[in-house]
């Protein structure tokens, strides 16, 4: 086979209006010039986009119609004549035309897989004008995340490859390599077509390259067989062929040194494909992996495997299409390793070639999912949309026909969020698991959400729940409620899922009834049958779990200098500037960020922390630059870190041996005892070959806080080892420590490690001592400096008297109520959601931002940000709106980029030449809590010093309509 490469420049058009076949604009050169492989955005074709979005990123050039491609092709005399072929790597719904005529009378619509046309029968001469046109719409299916301007965007063009191959009278259309991990032997299904007129036979040369990577460098070695005494690099076979399509098989053994393929030991094979005289035909990759299941794990190589995977969309904002290049995908997946994930969920899309490869050679294991997210009926039931199926079925066996031998290529799901039949899902499975064995299988992610169920044919369940309050997952939004424990418990890290497991005794929670369900940014009505029960004997994946809100970093919108730009954020900033907050939004964006790495921790390590649970799926570590515009990651989109966590921190509670303390409370009292079980979310296979694992366990004294909170003093106080033999994966019990907390008159922050030195595991957490509840009183020294008021009319008594005084108060004003977790995905898309379901709004808050440096935290050190000791004193209270208020909050709540409001918990303002510092809590339902009355202490004690000198002014009028 000979390759023409077609890539350069090509003459294009565009035609929104869709009436090119009709008035024959095929077989034209076009004015406009554009470079392919590429897209019409990317090369700036038709008019500016002036959209200003704010739900996703702004497509500079958004086109959608058709978009005619034209190029005349010169054949040399060696590639005259013979079998011609047109092969596109990535596109939309292609038509082409050969001069004047049409290819096959119809088009292709693969989203996942090349458009090849057969262009023998129609290229009589050496030259010839090809045309190609590409259509984005009316595509079969809507395309899910592959066609969505949440994510790629709904592009027109040709990724990838783009090729002309002259081909010999016999060609290789396509190969299959089954790989057998316990035995070396491979298995080739070959599909030959032979345009010769008599059958004929055909010697074959396999020659075999193991592919490794060496930080980004493909490393290429011979690969060697060895039988017995003999060794070559060679394996030899002939074959014949009758005229037509012809399915061979061939059968080989690898012999002895074959490697294993996983994320641990990524070798990749590569196998050429040559005629006995050096004529090249094919090359394909391929990995010795088994992946199996049991009752709740799954094995890779035989190894129990814990999945750590992320969501993807294949978010690419420079050119707002996914790239077919590995080195591309290499750096993606490498960043993605760094930060402890093993596993990639592809949310109705499927990557292109290049990301397996690249997840080949990395170590990931990778499921991508047809491009759908809606319903699948069965034949005769509403809903049933005959021609939407076979497109989707036909999809999926492109996908194995074309990806299937990459041993990255583990999963398989069959959409989002599916509901109609459960035995339709069950048959599509059947069909798939019958022609390829090698990959595990799934009906969906999260189908029949309310209502799961587990079918014959599925190998593993990704869900959020069990049924009605059976949660498997730590946060949801209010409109699927109830809530997850991140967002409504107290910090702990006592929380796990294996009760949900043990207490789940199975069955059908359908009911039958008509529900609306969120679906998209939007909603749908569904009946609330799944057709099939649930019972727990397969492995359970998380869905989507995370999902936890960081304000923009508007330093961001700089680098967005290619096919899509960030007005979204544009427009948040001019939002916040609007509303006087402009010198805040550093601020919000590191202390919401700060919070919601703690509630990613939370939530992760309860996962780990659940011996039944096979695995996660986050949502997300990168930023989701759509669907309202959901930055939950702690990357951007862009695959940057933020700078919120390092990755070796995060790998702490993200990895393949997390190293956990559970126990009950994060905030403890002078002189109780501190318990704390050491587990080890153990799945790392090294940890068997050792004697003995041995976990060293410090409790240090961090000091008083500074300005710069990174910037501590840390000193032992206490420590010890536990040690124990590892004999099996899973969660591993280390036993218990127990530690005597000092007495104390002032409050006190530790921290406690657990390291694992010879595995290089690190897990740190900070807890807050506070003096004994019934040890002092709340009143400073000098009381009389001080008025404690609990009524507007008593704190303006008080002010008038020129006191200095404090308000404890719960406004009756307009108010958003306190709460401490982050936002759940974003506000705007679950405000409207929750409103066209009739359910109560999210808060939509993202947690404190503290001015720690503040004398009124002299007796209670904090953070800038949200730590557990604000739990019980923010939630519940009512914070007060304080929009054109010239003062700055001590402690204010972050709000989001709809509201815009400036939220204050803690505020000071001078009152007609009197000191006043306002708290939006009463005061007997902050000292009835141990950190609450702590807090009143400090507030006191500051209030009746030389330093409560508040900048802010306030008229009594404009007080009293603050409060």
């Known amino acids: 086979m000979n390759i023409i490469d077609l890539s350069g420049m090509w003459s294009c058009r565009l035609d929104a209006a869709k009436k090119g076949v009709k008035e024959g604009y095929y077989n034209h050169l076009y004015d406009d010039m554009v470079e392919l492989p590429g897209t019409t955005s990317q090369a700036h074709l038709g008019p500016v986009n002036m959209k200003r979005e704010t739900g996703f990123l702004t497509d500079e050039y958004e086109f959608s119609g058709w978009a005619w491609f034209s190029k005349d092709i010169v054949l040399d005399d060696e590639s005259t004549g013979r079998p011609l072929r047109l092969y596109l790597e990535r596109s939309r719904v292609t038509r082409v035309w050969v001069d004047d005529v049409e290819v ?29 046109m590409v259509s984005n719409v009316d595509y079969p299916t809507k395309g899910g995340h592959m066609t969505s301007p949440d994510t790629q965007t709904n592009w027109n063009g040709i990724c990838g490859r783009m090729e002309l191959q002259v081909c010999d009278d016999e060609y290789l259309k396509n190969v299959r390599v089954d790989a057998d991990a316990k035995t070396g032997h491979i298995s080739l299904k070959m599909a030959w077509e032979s345009v010769a007129d008599t059958p004929g036979s055909l010697g074959l040369e396999f020659k075999i390259d193991t592919l490794t990577l060496s930080t980004e460098t493909v490393v290429r070695e011979p690969f060697v067989i060895k039988c017995g005494d003999t060794a070559t690099d060679t394996l030899s076979a002939g074959i014949i062929l009758k005229p037509g399509v012809n399915e061979r098989e061939l059968d080989f053994s690898l012999g002895e040194g074959v490697k294993l393929w996983s994320e641990y030991n990524p070798v990749l094979y590569e196998l050429s494909i040559y005629g006995n005289e050096g004529t090249f035909y094919a090359k394909t990759y391929f990995g010795f992996r088994d992946i199996t299941t049991d009752e709740h794990h799954f094995y890779v190589n035989g190894v129990k495997t814990f999945l750590r995977g992320k969501h993807d969309g294949m978010i690419f904002p420079l050119t707002g299409a996914a790239p077919t290049d590995v080195e591309s995908w290499v750096r993606v997946f490498n960043i993605a390793k760094s930060y402890g994930i093993n ?156 009760d949900v497991f043990k207490q789940f005794a199975g069955g059908d929670s359908s009911s039958g009834e008509e529900i609306e369900i969120q679906y998209g940014t939007g909603t749908k009505k569904v009946k609330a049958n799944a057709g099939g029960s649930l019972v727990l004997n397969k492995p359970v994946v998380s869905h989507e779990i995370g999902q936890y809100g960081v304000y923009p970093d508007y330093k961001e919108i700089k680098k967005y200098t290619g096919s899509l730009k960030a007005r979204n954020l544009e427009i948040f900033k001019e939002r916040l500037d609007a509303a006087g907050l402009t010198d805040m939004a550093n601020d919000f964006f590191v202390y919401s960020g700060k919070l919601a790495v703690a509630c990613y921790k939370l939530e992760l390590e309860a996962a780990h922390r659940s011996s039944m649970m096979a695995g996660y799926q986050i949502l997300d570590i990168q930023d989701f630059s759509g669907q309202g515009t959901a930055l939950v990651g702690i990357l951007d989109a862009f695959m940057d870190s933020k700078g919120l966590i390092t990755p070796k921190e995060w790998r702490g509670f993200c990895s393949d041996a997390v190293l956990m303390a559970q126990f009950e409370d994060f905030v403890l009292e002078a002189g109780s005892t501190f318990d704390a079980k050491i587990l080890l979310s153990a799945y790392r296979p090294s940890l068997l070959d050792e004697d003995s694992v041995q976990v060293k366990w410090s409790l240090y004294e961090r000091g008083r806080i500074s300005v710069d909170y990174d910037e501590v003093d840390e000193i032992l106080i206490t420590g010890g080892t536990l040690e124990k033999k590892i004999t099996e994966l899973g969660v591993v019990d280390f036993g218990s420590i127990s530690v005597a907390m000092p007495e104390l008159i002032l409050p006190e922050r530790l921290k406690l490690v657990l390291e694992i030195t010879s595995e290089n595991i690190e897990n740190s957490y900070e807890l807050y001592v506070f003096p004994k509840k019934n040890s002092y009183d709340i009143y400073p020294a000098d009381r009389e400096n001080v008025v404690i008021a609990q009524t507007v009319d008593d704190a303006v008594r008080a002010l008038r008297a020129g006191k200095n005084t404090v308000l404890f108060i719960r406004t009756e004003k307009e108010y958003i109520e306190g709460t401490y977790c982050t936002d759940f995905w974003n506000y705007p898309m679950f405000k409207g959601i929750s409103d066209w379901m009739k359910k109560p709004r999210p808060v939509g808050t993202m947690g404190l931002s503290i001015d720690g440096s503040s004398q009124a935290f002299s007796l209670f050190p904090s953070e800038n940000y949200s730590t557990p000791q604000w739990y019980n004193i923010i939630t519940g209270a009512r914070m007060q709106i304080l929009d054109g208020a010239p003062i700055v909050p001590i402690v204010s709540v972050i709000d989001n980029v709809e509201r815009n409001h400036k939220l204050g918990f803690m505020w000071e303002a001078k009152v007609e030449d009197a000191n006043l510092l306002v708290v939006a809590r009463p005061i007997g339902e902050l000292v009835a809590t141990l950190e609450g009355k702590q807090l009143v202490k400090s507030v006191l004690c500051y209030a009746a010093t030389e330093d409560f000198n508040p900048l802010g002014t306030l008229s009594m009028a404009e007080f009293r309509k603050l409060v």
């Open 343 to 498: 596993h990639y969920r592809f949310h109705t899309c499927c990557p292109p070639e290049a990301a397996f490869t690249a997840a080949d050679l990395v170590g990931i294991y990778l499921s991508p999912e047809l491009p759908f997210w809606g319903t699948i009926a069965a034949p005769g039931e509403e809903g049933y949309n005959e021609e939407e199926q076979e497109y989707l079925i036909a999809e999926g066996f492109r996908m194995l026909e074309v990806f299937g031998n990459h041993p990255s290529y583990a999963f398989m799901s069959l959409g989002n969020e599916l509901w109609g039949s459960s035995e339709r899902l069950n048959d599509i499975l059947a069909g798939y698991r019958a022609v390829d064995s090698r990959h595990l299988y799934t009906q969906g992610s999260n189908n029949f959400q309310f209502v799961p169920c587990i079918v014959d044919n599925d190998d593993y369940f990704v869900g959020v729940r069990f049924g009605d309050g059976k949660l498997i997952r730590g946060s949801y939004a209010m409109c699927d409620a109830p809530q997850g424990f991140v967002q409504t418990d107290k910090p702990s890290t006592n929380h796990s899922y294996d």
């Open 104 to 132: 096959m009378a119809v088009g292709q619509d693969s989203l996942n897989a090349p458009h090849i046309y057969d262009l023998t029968d129609y290229v009589d001469d050496a030259e010839f004008r090809l045309t190609i």
